[in-house]
């Protein structure tokens, strides 16, 4: 006698047949890739230079027209982001962070760099000499960007916040011309005008701290991630081919670097030594950092009362393209 199905058993088999059919289109459906897309690139992200230089994302993505946009700083580039100007966006974490705070919809996708970009610099001939000798003093620095919160962390340990001194909101080569001419006291510098005061103008770098450099990420709006996943992951492996690049021919890079920037290559070479290129992923762990210094976006009232800083973060660092990265 032949066994029979339980009805139970094949409702469940017919069922499960009736998933599979149904997710099979789903599986095979293919983006249609923008007709454009846009990236910044930034004298402060190395990498950008490269994938911009070799065309590697034209290459990748032959149907669509790729444009490039000039950012002086992580606000430029947030700005650009917010408004469409582009699609790719380089910016400071924290930076990031904090824009998301205050109401843009952005994701963080890729690390492009972790540099210690940043410090508080003054000029050689300064009598400062601590960050504690800054009560009353004039700082340039460029709100909303990695140097503007390095400042305000860095005045926090000293026991000072920011209506113990005058903080000059400057963009970034801006800040580096008020230094030298003496229009301000200290600047909040940022890679490469940070290393090219420091060799053409003897600049002295007041203080140092790695662990208040924030990393830099690669933001798209919450839109394109939804409409655009695999778009991203080509322009992520397209940013993987230039990091490798970057990673195997360091003279080259800081060639390229001293060509876009118009710096001497000694300028370029003292960036790069303080660049580091090898963990593009973004992981638990950045989410971790992350949140330990939300707290000063809360107590200098940089976000708006009531924000979950912990929930943005959460909401800004997608680790979900982490394979991308992994897998070049």
């Known amino acids: 006698m032949k066994p029979t199905l339980r009805l139970p058993f094949l409702r469940s088999l017919l069922g499960a047949c009736a998933l599979a059919l149904s997710l099979q289109p789903v599986a095979q459906a293919a983006e249609t890739p923008p007709a454009e897309v846009h990236l910044d690139y930034a004298y402060y992200s190395p990498v950008s230079l490269v994938l911009k230089h070799f065309g590697f994302l034209e290459k990748a993505l032959p149907q669509t027209k790729v444009g490039w946009v000039l950012s002086q700083g992580s606000n430029r580039s947030l700005e650009y982001l917010n408004s469409g100007g582009v699609d790719f ?19 963080s996708v890729y690390v492009y760099s972790r540099a210690e970009w940043t410090a508080l610099v003054v000029r050689k001939d300064s009598p400062l000499k601590t960050v504690a000798d800054l ?171 009531g924000v979950n800083v912990d929930q943005v973060i959460d909401q800004l660092i997608d680790t979900g393209f982490k394979e991308t990265v992994a897998r070049q």
Do not use: C
């Open 89 to 107: 966006a380089s910016s400071a974490s924290l930076a990031a962070v904090l824009s998301r705070a205050n109401g843009s919809p952005i994701k």
């Open 135 to 305: 009560k009353g003093k004039k700082i340039a620095a460029t709100k909303g960007t990695d140097p503007y919160l390095f400042t305000l962390r860095s005045l926090q340990q000293a026991g000072l916040n920011k209506d113990d001194v005058e903080l000059v909101h400057l963009q970034h080569p801006d800040g580096r011309t008020a230094l030298e001419k003496g229009d301000v006291d200290a600047w909040a510098g940022l890679d490469p005008h940070m290393a090219a005061s420091q060799v053409q103008a003897g600049s002295r770098l007041l203080y140092r701290n790695t662990d208040f450099n924030s990393y830099g990420v690669v933001s798209v709006t919450d839109t394109f991630a939804k409409e655009h996943p695999q778009t991203i992951d080509t322009v992520l492996k397209a940013y993987e081919q230039a990091r490798e690049w970057a990673v195997k021919n360091p003279d080259e890079l800081a060639k390229l670097l001293a060509t876009e920037s118009g710096l001497p290559l000694e300028v370029a070479r003292l960036q790069l030594s303080r660049t580091d290129l090898s963990n593009p992923q973004l992981t638990a762990k950045d989410v971790i950092a992350s949140k330990g210094a939300a707290p000063i976006l809360v107590s200098e009232e940089l976000v708006k009362r």
